[in-house]
């Protein structure tokens, strides 16, 4: 285990190999100077610290352990040093040089030195903010005077909960155990309340027992009432401090912290004041975040300022509820529900071209990339009003139109499947696609009619005021899944095409962590029932084959019992109920007695109550070489010879009978 210090101007050793050596103390780990070196690609070289002619690097660092006076414990006795080494880092890119050599020395933290501005060195600062962002050890960002020291034995660490915080009350710690030190754990509480310092002292109880540290004798407690944190911070540092240590939360937090908390006349002279901001070390799910944003950046090309601008006003102005949103959410739920009361799929098809439904969800994924709740609440505002417009209309056409059973149409969206989640998912990543980009736009009329919002809503409506809850269930079902895998796959598709919530870095509002969680769980949720109808469907797939075969035999065997009467065909309108139609063909109209006789064959071999709708084709006979049956029409009389002219009897007749059902 290492700690390692980055050298990167030769001027900042004076700083961290003091705290450096702080930092490192205890628990074995060495303390390594980290020499990065632009230019060709080359292994990490150490460099020899016993050497009668040392590197430059190698000479500083003799010199200031020889001009240095070394570290004394409370009772005046030297306390011990960490091991120390030195390497160089040489290559084109320093921050992965850099990197491997932690990872290769199993790095604890990585010190990298701060300044306000490096002049003349724009790559330093570079270097400096792409380790502090990229490391995947503890970083710590060090702003150290030369003259800097463990000399009062005090530490403040500012906390107010989070990983970072706990980390540096763990550092703390472990450098006050060492040094024999006493740790400052301060929570800046504002005067709200009756009682603020006491729900203070509950707060910062609970960071320290989460940093595992409410046993320790070395952390003493403080909560200071004041209205802002940093003013609070830079009175209490006053009171002869050697670090303040702070938790990084934020880009800016971070600045403020570094160069705008302490007044330049505590940094300076022998009483110095060192200032760090650590960042704890990654977990794997920020580094696999990570490891995909730079797969998408490098891949995927990221929408500029004005592209992301461009696609938010566009995106707010029409997602907005108006005349113009009502008027086209009416007419496209009324094509809807009179191309699904007539079965017609292209007329279903129109309405999802006109519906604008598709808008707010894509203003809800982009809301939740760019923790922007007001444009949240003007989307799920529109999504709520429209789904209940469109609901309203779809009942009154429902009670309205003549239709007696639901169609194929609307039955087949009250039975949504995986399959559906998986299309919505995908319907989200190309809208969003689409919409950022101007010169895909005419895809997005595709993309509406994969994604399907309005149709299942009229379906809602329909077959509510038919009575078939059920479908109307699958069919909100259905819905449901559309609009929370729509918004989760346009927010994924926007966040790689670069679009965030703020500066890189900044933490995650905690109502957007809320709300993704919240639909993941949905997604969760929903899963249950689509995987259970297609499985049962899939299930019913490979077994329908065997049960048809079956149920055709019984049938031909039942109409054995009816002569004149032929089997034809058999097909299975709908699963649920079921429903089949078997076609028959007769001399003569047979009556419903047979309809029922056959529900009640289908039920006894399928085990079910089954819906009969029976099809009757009446055959014509003439004379037997002079007249023959329609070439459609199927016969077993061997006198039926069909001639070699053309027929000219007329088109067969056909006959429904009435339904039959058997529960």
């Given amino acids: 285990m290492s700690v390692l210090a980055v050298v990167v101007q030769e001027k900042d050793l004076a700083g961290l190999l003091p705290w450096g050596c702080e930092f490192a103390s205890g628990d074995d780990a060495g303390l390594v100077l980290v020499e990065p070196v632009l230019g060709p690609r080359q292994e990490p070289v150490q460099l020899d610290l016993t050497a009668a002619e040392p590197e430059p690097l190698v000479a500083h660092i003799l010199e200031l352990q020889a001009t240095t006076e070394p570290p004394r414990g409370a009772d005046g006795e030297l306390r011990s040093l960490p091991q120390l080494r030195a390497f160089r880092v040489q290559g084109p890119d320093l921050v992965a040089a850099i990197l ?18 490096l002049r003349g060195a724009g790559a330093d600062e570079a270097l400096v903010r792409q380790l502090f962002r990229q490391s995947p050890c503890a970083t710590l960002l060090l702003r150290a005077a030369p003259e800097s020291r463990m000399r009062r034995r005090r530490l403040l660490v500012p906390t107010a909960g989070g990983p970072n915080a706990e ?16 740790v400052t754990a301060l929570f800046v509480e504002p005067p709200i309340g009756e009682d603020p310092e006491l729900v203070g002292e509950r707060l910062l109880e609970t960071a320290i027992a989460d940093a ?19 003013e609070a911070i830079r009175a209490i540092a006053e009171e002869d401090y050697d670090m303040v240590l702070i938790g990084a939360s934020y880009q800016g937090f971070v600045r403020q912290m570094l160069f705008g908390t302490l007044p330049q006349h505590l940094m300076e002279g022998e009483d110095a004041v060192a200032v760090g901001v650590l960042r704890a070390r990654k977990r794997l799910v920020s580094r696999l975040v990570e490891t995909l944003e730079g797969w998408f950046s490098r891949r995927l090309p990221q929408l500029a300022r004005d592209e992301r601008v461009a696609l938010f006003e566009t995106l707010q102005s029409r997602s907005r509820w108006d005349v113009d949103f009502l008027l086209l959410m009416a007419l496209s739920t009324a094509i809807a529900a009179l191309g699904l009361i007539q079965s017609s799929a292209a ?22 990339v760019q923790g922007n709740s007001p444009l949240l609440r003007t989307a799920s505002r529109s999504l709520t009003l429209g789904f209940l417009t469109a609901v309203g209309i779809g009942f009154v056409l429902g009670l309205i139109a003549p239709m007696p059973a639901l169609t194929p149409e609307l039955l087949a969206r009250g039975a949504p499947t995986l399959l559906d989640l998986g299309v919505a998912f995908l319907s989200g990543l190309a809208a969003a696609y ?120 019984a049938l031909q065997q039942r109409l054995t019992e009816w002569p004149g009467v032929e089997f034809e065909s058999l097909r299975v309108v709908q699963r649920a109920p079921m429903t089949l139609e078997i076609r028959v063909a007769a001399a003569a109209p047979p ?14 071999v399928l085990e079910n109550p089954v819906r009969i709708r029976l099809v009757e084709t009446l055959v014509v006979y003439g004379e037997a070489a002079d007249v023959a049956p329609h070439p459609t029409d199927a016969t077993s009389d061997p006198l039926a010879v069909a001639p070699a002219q053309e027929p000219s009897l007329p088109p067969e007749a056909e006959t429904e009978s009435p339904t039959s059902t058997v529960d």
Wanted: aromatic share 2%; with cysteine.
């Fill in 347 to 368: 007329v279903v098809i129109g309405a999802m071209l006109v519906a604008p439904l598709m808008t707010p969800l894509l203003s809800a994924g982009l809301a939740l």
């Fill in 591 to 604: 009556g419903p007695e047979l309809a029922r006789e056959l529900a009640e064959t289908a039920s006894l």
């Fill in 100 to 117: 491997e050599l932690v990872d290769d020395l199993d790095g604890q933290l990585l010190i990298v030195a701060k300044h306000e501005r």
């Fill in 434 to 553: 689409a919409s950022g980009r101007p010169a895909l736009s005419a895809a997005l009329p595709g993309v509406a009619i994969a994604a399907a919002l309005v149709p299942p809503i009229a379906t809602v409506g329909v077959s509510l005021a038919h009575g078939a809850g059920r479908n109307a269930l699958g069919a909100a079902l259905l819905f449901s899944t559309n609009v929370v895998a729509i918004v989760l796959g346009a927010a994924v598709c926007l966040y790689a095409l670069g679009v965030r919530s703020g500066p890189r870095g900044s933490r995650v509002p905690l109502w957007v962590r809320r709300v993704v969680l919240a639909l993941l769980f949905a997604v969760a949720l929903l899963a249950i029932p689509l995987t259970s109808v297609l499985v049962s469907s899939l299930q019913s797939k490979v077994e329908a084959p065997f049960a048809v075969l079956q149920l055709e035999s």
């Fill in 167 to 182: 980390a540096a009350l763990r550092w703390a710690d472990r450098m006050a155990r060492h040094a024999d030190a006493q």
């Fill in 212 to 230: 595992n540290l409410e046993d320790s004798e070395h952390i003493e407690r403080r909560v200071e009432v004041a209205e802002g944190v940093p």
